[in-house]
């Protein structure tokens, strides 16, 4: 019934998870000040494993840092929204959508899924938008899901944001799809890069064995299935790789 504001000394506690038959109705609202810190190697998000469907809801001003151990053989999800959402669908939400307090930031060193809306990505999603979303690190990474797998992505956006990958696969919509069929979909002003290693603060780390694919919409497909993309644009955006 009312935007939510959270202080900036408080760190979000991720709902575990949430039903089938649940509803989350935003209501046009807006949550601002999420931050999650943590050096613990698990699934986060505002809700780690998300079965409901979600709309109408908008996340402004959010921070996601986690820097544990470096590990590459261990695997998590990261999302604003969620870590991990299945079943339902997820429409008319954003992420980071006004300039000066609205950036979402999202750094790992430890090897995840990382996307602005979902970090895996399961279920439906229809016209949601992210603006201003800033992220690096390491597995695979999407403006809107870093792993989208047996599901459809319409009329999203990703805009003014900035996805940097140094080891592992990174797009502009998903860093990997598996079956997934992306449609109407738009990424402009947007940087997608490689190789570049990890922002202030976060340890140096450069394994003899890295490599990195990127692409504007999705950075990889997996090779046995079927992914659809079609009627999307990519525009004034910059993608690049420089040698570690």
């Not at 790992?108 to 895996?120: D, E, K």
């Not at 402009?188 to 290693?197: F, V």
């Not at 202030?200 to 064995?209: F, H, L, R, T, V």
Request: charged share 10%; proline share 3%; with cysteine.
């Amino acid at each position: 019934m009312n935007d939510i504001y959270i202080p900036s000394n408080t760190t979000w506690t991720p709902i575990p998870k949430t039903t089938f038959d649940c509803i989350i109705d935003g209501n046009g609202h807006i949550v601002s000040g999420l931050k999650i810190v943590s050096s613990y190697i698990q699934d986060t998000g505002f809700i780690i494993d998300n079965h409901a469907e979600i709309k109408n809801l908008t996340f402004r001003n959010v921070t996601i840092n986690l820097n544990g151990s470096v590990n590459f053989d261990t695997s998590i999800n990261i999302g604003v929204i969620a870590a991990k959402s299945c079943d339902n669908c997820i429409t008319n939400c954003a992420v980071g959508n006004a300039r000066i307090y609205g950036e979402a930031k999202i750094y790992s060193n430890i090897n995840a899924n990382i996307g602005a809306i979902c970090g895996t990505l399961q279920s439906p999603i229809n016209n949601c938008h992210v603006n201003y979303f800033g992220t690096s690190g390491f597995g695979r990474i999407g403006g809107i899901a870093g792993y989208a797998i047996n599901n459809t992505i319409t009329s999203c956006s990703v805009n003014n944001s900035n996805i940097g990958i140094f080891h592992g696969e990174a797009g502009g919509i998903a860093g990997r799809s598996n079956n997934a069929d992306i449609s109407n979909c738009i990424v402009s002003n947007t940087i997608i890069s490689c190789y570049n290693g990890f922002p202030d603060g976060m340890p140096q780390y450069y394994p003899d064995n890295h490599f990195a694919r990127v692409g504007g919409i999705v950075g990889c497909g997996t090779r046995t299935t079927t992914n659809n993309i079609k009627n999307c644009t990519i525009s004034y955006s910059t993608i690049m790789c420089n040698s570690a």
